[in-house]
């Protein structure tokens, strides 16, 4: 059973370019986390989906970033235009159900790198 | 506001020594805390997942503790290991829908020959 995948694993945009991310979740997993980690910083909630919905997206920026989770594919986290600001690593998680008690392990994917130049 | 607090930010320390880590949060309602490993590069992965009901967990020669009275939780490791450096992250778990997670900042263990 393969562990969550993302790719790229390293992304370098220059600004105003668009960067896509992809997450694919371990098999029987269809709730997806996108978490980001600035240099030097924790990581960061971004926005909960399960599949073909957006359950939490408070930790996403209003603007440029998007966020889905369709019936079959990855999850991809797509960043519009993006400035310097948003170079950071991001995270994805993956976890088979959403409970708010529990353990409810959530299982990290390596991360991408993105570098805006 | 939910927050999670973590001390030190880093620490060196001798290879076969032990060492705590310590977290401090203010998440409620408090559904579960866990400590993470992240090594340089990588996603984090789980050491130990504690509830309300539990004071301490052990994994190998992780140990960690929760005090839910006084929120507290701390993460000890006994005859470190160089493999064990690394950044340790204390995540804190609310009760509400989606299981939202609060990351503490880490803290970066560095374990000298």
């Known amino acids: 059973n393969a562990g969550v995948m993302q790719n790229p694993r390293h992304l370098v945009r220059r600004r105003g370019q668009e960067a896509r991310l992809r997450c694919s979740p371990m098999?029987?997993?269809?709730?997806v986390y996108w978490y980001r980690q600035l240099p030097e910083e924790g990581l960061k909630f971004m926005v909960y989906?399960?599949?073909?919905?957006?359950?939490?997206e408070s930790g996403m920026p209003k603007e440029r970033f998007s966020a889905e989770f369709p019936k079959e594919g990855p999850s991809i986290l797509r960043i519009q235009q993006v400035v310097r600001g948003d170079s950071a690593a991001y995270f994805c998680?993956?976890?088979?159900?959403?409970?708010?008690?529990?353990?409810?392990?959530?299982?990290f994917g390596p991360g991408t790198r993105l570098t805006v130049l | 506001k939910n927050q999670v607090e973590q001390s030190p930010q880093s620490l060196i320390i001798l290879e076969g020594k032990n060492c705590t880590l310590q977290?401090?949060?203010?998440?409620?309602?408090?559904?579960?805390l866990r400590w993470y490993k992240q090594d340089t590069g990588r996603g984090p992965v789980s050491l130990t997942i504690?509830?309300?009901?539990?004071n301490t967990k052990s994994n190998g020669r992780y140990t960690a503790t929760l005090d839910a009275d006084t929120k507290q939780s701390s993460l000890h490791i006994t005859a470190s290991q160089l493999s064990d450096s690394a950044s340790y992250i204390c995540?804190?778990?609310?009760?509400?829908?989606?299981?939202?997670?609060?990351f503490g900042g880490g803290t970066r263990v560095l374990v000298k020959p």
């Open positions: 998680a993956s976890s088979p159900r959403a409970s708010g008690d529990g353990y409810n392990e959530q299982f």
């Open positions: 098999k029987g997993h269809s709730h």
């Open positions: 989906l399960q599949k073909e919905n957006i359950i939490d």
């Open positions: 977290c401090n949060y203010t998440v409620s309602p408090f559904s579960n």
């Open positions: 504690m509830t309300f009901s539990e």
């Open positions: 995540v804190v778990s609310a009760r509400a829908a989606g299981n939202k997670l609060t």
